[in-house]
């Protein structure tokens, strides 16, 4: 069981440039989370998924798209990074909202240059 | 606005004592749940502990309980017997629901240093 688990661990991006975060699950969670961490700042959640084919915008969702295809998997993608995208980006999953533990991937450190 | 407040930027305690974590929080809602989080160096965060608003009685885990006073807005954390281990960022958070919209904030973290 490996709980959340996020691809890659790191990457540096050219101003521009596109890429793709993927965020894995395999605790049949219905509830999907992408947030980024920024240095001196707490969590700011972008997008979020309550189900698969499902997607919804979160607090900082500007710049950023998501797909929820399968249930396990929720995908981040940039279509033309800028500097202002660089942090530190954490997939969460949580079985059910009201309840609402949610679980943590290690993270992802992006830097755009 | 809706804010999470972690006025202590830094904390440390000796190892084997106590130490309580400040948050406050600033929301219109009435019904939200409230989190404190553990990021250590390896930068995943996990749950601590939760408290669900409506409960008046304050949660406690193992080692980790809370002060929650709703009037005062006010959810303290508060580490007892504190081990190495704990050292870490600590982030208060909540989590409302708006017009069938979710919303966490959290606020920008507390680090505690646990010395030996």
């Known amino acids: 069981n490996a709980g959340v688990t996020q691809t890659p661990k790191f990457r540096v991006l050219k101003t521009g440039q596109s890429m793709t975060l993927l965020c894995a699950q395999d605790?049949?969670?219905?509830?999907m989370y992408w947030y980024r961490q920024d240095p001196g700042m707490g969590l700011r959640l972008i997008h979020y998924?309550?189900?698969?084919?499902?997607?919804a915008k979160g607090e900082v969702p500007d710049g950023y798209n998501v797909s929820r295809l399968k249930k396990q998997n929720f995908l981040l993608g940039l279509e033309s990074a800028a500097p202002s995208q660089t942090s530190v980006y954490f997939c969460?999953?949580?079985?059910?909202?009201?309840?609402?533990?949610?679980?943590f991937g290690p993270g992802t450190r992006l830097t755009v240059l | 606005a809706q804010t999470v407040t972690q006025s202590q930027p830094e904390m440390s305690v000796q190892e084997a004592e106590t130490v309580t974590l400040s948050c406050t929080y600033d929301?219109?809602?009435?019904?939200?749940?409230l989190f404190w989080y553990k990021q250590p160096p390896s930068r995943q965060m996990i749950l601590v502990i939760r408290?669900?608003?409506?409960?008046?009685q304050n949660a406690t885990e193992n080692r980790f309980s809370v002060n929650f006073q709703k009037a005062a807005k006010s959810f303290s954390l508060k580490i007892s017997d504190s081990q190495l281990g704990d050292a870490a960022m600590y982030f208060c958070?909540?989590?409302?629901?708006?017009?069938?919209?979710?919303?966490?904030?959290f606020g920008t973290g507390t680090r505690l240093k646990v010395l030996a």
């Open positions: 998924s309550v189900g698969e084919g499902t997607t």
């Open positions: 605790m049949n969670h219905e509830y």
């Open positions: 958070a909540y989590r409302i629901s708006t017009s069938g919209t979710y919303k966490y904030i």
């Open positions: 408290q669900e608003a409506y409960k008046q």
């Open positions: 929301t219109s809602e009435s019904d939200y749940y």
């Open positions: 969460a999953s949580s079985f059910h909202l009201s309840t609402d533990t949610q679980y």
